[in-house]
């Protein structure tokens, strides 16, 4: 029974790196450094998405190697 529980867990482990994920925050600005409001900020690929808000800001939850557009 302890082989059985041990194997269980050592595939359950490594399943909580697939599922790692990582709050990014950040502001989005004009040219001339003003926030801009309502500009979408996505995770490419994927459906994890925010709208910056009134300060031009955004806070996206995205997995590893995540790039933003």
């Known amino acids: 029974m302890n082989r059985l529980i041990t194997v269980f867990l050592l595939f359950l482990f490594p399943l909580g790196?697939?599922?790692?994920?990582?709050?990014?925050?950040?502001?989005?600005?004009?040219?001339?450094?003003?926030?801009?409001?309502?500009?979408?900020?996505?995770?490419?690929g994927t459906s994890n998405w925010d709208i910056t808000d009134a300060s031009g800001r955004y806070s996206v939850?995205?997995?590893?190697?995540?790039?933003?557009i």
């Open 61 to 68: 939850t995205v997995g590893d190697n995540a790039s933003l």
């Open 17 to 44: 790196s697939v599922f790692a994920q990582t709050s990014v925050e950040g502001t989005v600005t004009g040219d001339n450094g003003s926030p801009l409001e309502g500009v979408s900020v996505v995770e490419k």
